[in-house]
């Protein structure tokens, strides 16, 4: 499946704020926020719609909904909880699991330490949230957890992704949508993207 990156000037405005080096926790915290509302938007952009009939003060008219029961958030700790305000923003009656996974720092291997999902996750949509996306080692760790769960449909929405971590998943999980804001040049020795924003955890949290 050919990934979805966001191409719009007002993306890419915010997304060199919040690269930048100097843009506080505060700042940090609220773009990441307002960059997952937009990915959450496109990403049910072909989303399928109930009818019913609305009464406006004026006439009757045709109205649609997206049944939320059917989704859930899925955010990959502990970045991907920054993630969670703006998505929920979009829907706020989804259910949300948790995956918790940190990349040991020597072998970039995805390490997992938790994870919970709501009840039925079989039968929903996963919206999987990251904002990085780099070797893709633990989003595609994230997506065979799901997968063992019994989900059937995911998608991805990263904030900033490396050429390396969308031909991993497109490898290891052809099935599943990626979408990203922005895509960046590559990973450096460190698996750190370039040039990125650094350590998306640690922004968030302000813990370095
Ligand atoms: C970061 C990020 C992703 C992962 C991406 O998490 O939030 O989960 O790295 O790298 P990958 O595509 O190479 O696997 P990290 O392991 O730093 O944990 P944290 O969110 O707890 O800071
Ligand atoms: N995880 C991050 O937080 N940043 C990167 O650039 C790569 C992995």
Known sequence: MKEIILNHPMIKHKISVLRSKDTSTKEFRELISEISMILCYEAFKNEELTEYEVETPIAKTTGYKIDENNYAFVPILRAGMGMIDGVLRVMPTAKIG???????????????????????????????????????????????????????????????????????????????????????????????????????????????
């Open 98 to 208: 948790h995956i918790g996974l940190y990349r040991n720092e020597e072998t970039l291997e995805p390490v997992k330490y938790f994870s919970k999902f709501p009840k039925g996750i079989e039968n929903k949509e996963v919206i999987l949230l990251d904002p990085m996306l780099a070797t893709g080692g633990s989003g595609s760790a994230a997506i065979t957890l799901l997968k063992q769960d019994g989900v059937k449909k995911i998608k991805f929405l990263s904030i900033i992704a490396a050429p390396e971590g969308i031909e991993r998943i497109k490898k290891d999980h052809p099935d599943v949508q990626v979408y990203a804001a922005q895509l960046d040049d590559h990973l450096n020795e460190n698996g750190y993207i370039v040039p990125g924003l650094g350590d998306a955890g640690d922004r968030i949290y302000g813990t370095k």
